[in-house]
């Protein structure tokens, strides 16, 4: 007995998305235990979504043979404007929230602290920790999903500039002058390289008559068109999905300049869900177009990768916060 | 006599531009006391160029009946990469220099400690240091010359960046579907709002047949043409200067959203030579540009506004890099 029945501590860490929940427990040393998924179900509202985070907790830790009260916090990543201070999901597009006291709320059915945070502020915070060695002074991350997100690293920590907001990248303009689309404003890096953009330029080209092996694979709809049937049709040299991954590509790359000259971070880092799938892709060609849009000498030893957490990123970083919450307490 | 024989102490900052040399005295409390003036050679080499500024701190100090024991220490903006660490010039392409150890350099010559950084760095500071209080978390500086550079302040201090290089904001590419220039790399910042692609674009236009009174105030050839006259021709209602100052400014303001976007810094401060001539005609249109590009919620509160210490900005900034580093010894 003895030392062996000193209490092992926990944390756990949320990714709160629009159409599911992941939830992670990690041990005091930030290694992956287990996790554990549940769909959102955001249109049965925010109360739900509140009991459902709280089960999600709930059935990670019952995997993983901990009991709640071995957690000593809980982190949250969420895709919304959040305010770390508080708590509070400020707005939260795509689960139809805004002004919701998530921590409070979630405390009463979990009863840990809890500190909650951006989506992409978390998932830079899991690559920060999980996959460099040493830590960087600074690090960028850019996320490539539905839609495209960052988070801005200094010192070690997440920087969330005046209004909480800092680190949306997607919305970056690259080209004022570029042709309309039929959805939203025109120009930003999202319209080029966001999954939904890169979706419907597929669908607009198709609807003008090109041709593409993903109606053979999918039929004329697309339905329920991934980022995979992308990877799928590059390996059959499919030149419309060529050019429009390609251009995606040139786009990030055109940021990753921008950004090199603009923050110089050490490190810069891809994920998201369109990097996971096509990074064997697209990263040479970012690797190719971001040193001719940076200064001589700017990028010079700085790491451009591509992150391999995958799915992990969000629940690994929302363990730091939870730990980093935990040692401030 | 006692407490009045109590030496005084002053910080010099120094602005070191390509064509002029400009040193300003300032007592302890960072009030400004005098400066001097002195053009820079910089055809006559680097050598020269160190003693043209020793002799330009000199000056100043004279000019203020101040002694050279009694200033603290020294600072110095150059148009220049610089490593603020070691005090070298990195590259300064207006300078023609690379690698020079431009703080050791200029020791031999003044015997003072000196902290050497680059210009657009040290004015942001300037701005924060003289126009802001209480002192915002953070903020963004500006500085449209004949380039454009930027200077980036977090929790009171200077970013620099894994290379030393950041704040490079003028090549941010924000338009890389834009038309074609005669001059360099389309689609920057800069193309549109620096002081050279400004004069380009004009002198373009006349060329393709366009009129306008800046060919009858200065001849056809716009021999002499500065940010003033651009002022005057506005002032006549000059339809190609309008045209082009507009850009300018569009181009300003999405930039400016970009990083609200992205940085959402509490202050974003605009300067240098093109703001002080045409901020006017300029401010409207960047304040109502800038909120069209940044998402909802993330501009609330931020500052945008143009610096009034037009040249002083660089000397004050240098002054505070004088003050912060004789406080670390």
Excluded at 93 to 118: E, G, S
Excluded at 155 to 168: D, M
Aim: net charge positive; aromatic share 6%.
């Amino acid at each position: 007995m003895g030392a062996k029945t000193k209490k092992k501590v926990y944390f756990v860490g949320v990714d709160l998305g629009a159409t599911k929940i992941l939830a992670g427990v990690y041990d005091s040393r930030l290694n992956f235990i287990g996790k554990a998924k549940l769909s959102t179900k955001a249109n049965r509202g925010y109360r739900e979504v509140v009991r459902r985070i709280a089960r999600c907790i709930s059935d990670a830790i019952d995997e993983c043979e901990v009991s709640l009260k071995q957690v000593k916090a809980v982190g949250i990543g969420a895709p919304a404007a959040v305010d770390p201070d508080t708590g509070k999901v400020i707005f939260a597009p795509n689960l139809n929230w805004k002004n919701k006291p998530l921590r409070d709320d979630l405390q009463v059915l979990i009863k840990r602290p809890i500190q909650v945070d951006n989506d992409c502020n978390v998932c830079a915070l899991g690559v920060y920790e999980q996959e460099l060695t040493p830590k960087p002074k600074s690090m960028l991350g850019i996320f490539l999903g539905t839609g495209i997100g960052g988070g801005i690293i200094l010192n070690g920590k997440l920087h969330h500039g005046f209004n909480q907001t800092a680190g949306e990248i997607g919305h970056m303009l690259i080209n004022f002058d570029g042709p309309e689309t039929t959805w939203g404003s025109r120009g930003t890096f999202e319209m080029y390289a966001g999954r939904q953009s890169i979706y419907r330029a597929i669908r607009e080209a198709i609807a003008k008559g090109e041709k593409t092996v993903l109606t053979e694979m999918l039929g004329p709809e697309l339905k329920d068109l991934r980022s995979g049937d992308l990877r799928k049709a590059l390996k059959r040299d499919d030149a419309l999905v060529r050019r429009i991954v390609h251009d995606a590509a040139v786009a990030t790359g055109i940021v990753v300049g921008n950004m090199v000259n603009l923050l110089n971070p050490q490190v810069i880092a891809l994920g998201g869900g369109v990097m996971e799938a096509l990074s064997k892709e697209m990263m040479p060609v970012i690797q190719e177009t971001a040193p001719r849009h940076a200064l001589p000498g700017t990028i010079k030893g700085i790491r451009i990768f591509a992150s391999k957490l995958a799915d992990y990123a969000g629940i690994a970083g929302a363990a730091v916060l939870a730990k980093r919450l935990s040692q401030r307490q």
